[in-house]
Nanobody, 130 residues
Framework: QVQLVESGGGSVQAGGSLRLSCAAS????????MGWFRQAPGNEREGVAV????????DYADSLNGRFTISQDNAKNTLYLQMNSLKPEDTAMYYC???????????????????????WGQGTQVTVSS
């Protein structure tokens, strides 16, 4: 069992930056795929970014256009999401998730619908005003 606790959300103006953190209760390297997902009211959940702990490969939603960066500090069992040039459409609840996957390809594929991620945090709200 892995507990995930997100932090770092808040309210910012468009163009600003935030860094989200996700603290895991135990190690999440090796075959773990860690990801950030978001969901705005009335919208489906969207896979923002994932990172495969086995090789560090990352995958991002095309809509981000390079504004976000996912990273992981294995020594601290912490996942990060650096969000720059924030836009009002980035407003959502952001969730951290983890699951065991056999490869970075399967990790990247799982970002699409979040299937296979068995551990989820409670979420942290990000609000971007124009």
């Amino acid at each position: 069992q892995v507990q995930l606790v997100e932090s770092g959300g808040g309210s910012v103006q468009a163009g600003g930056s935030l860094r989200l953190s996700c603290a895991a209760s135990k190690y999440t390297y090796g075959g773990f795929c860690m990801g950030w997902f978001r969901q705005a009211p009335g919208n489906e959940r969207e896979g923002v970014a994932v990172i495969y702990s086995g090789d560090g490969r990352t995958d991002y939603a095309d809509s981000l256009n390079g504004r976000f960066t996912i990273s992981q500090d294995n020594a601290k069992n912490t996942l990060y999401l650096q969000m720059n040039s924030l836009k009002p459409e980035d407003t959502a609840m952001y969730y951290c998730a983890a699951g065991l996957f056999s490869s970075s390809n399967s990790c990247s594929a799982a970002r699409w619908k979040g299937r296979g991620f068995i551990y989820w945090g409670q979420g942290t709200q990000v609000t971007v005003s124009s």
